[in-house]
């Protein structure tokens, strides 16, 4: 089974995005959403870029075992 971190930033809204871990055998992806605005990451509850793409390495790694 592969397992693949895919990086999403929408248009129009600087700052932030989410990392999508997919699987290859058809599972459900899951998703880490991060917000490097600090207001708007207070309100939305989301976690900075960094955080969410080590959370996003660590379940990646976990679910390939």
């Known amino acids: 089974m592969t397992v ?3 990086p999403h ?7 932030t995005g989410s990392f999508e871990v997919r699987f290859s055998d058809g599972r459900d992806s899951v998703y880490f959403y991060w ?12 976690v900075d870029q ?9 379940f990646a790694r976990k679910e390939s075992k």
């Open 4 to 6: 693949r971190i895919v």
């Open 9 to 15: 930033s929408p248009k129009g809204i600087p700052d």
């Open 35 to 46: 917000d490097d605005n600090a207001g708007r990451r207070a309100i939305s509850g989301h």
């Open 50 to 58: 960094e955080t969410a793409k080590k959370q996003a390495q660590e």
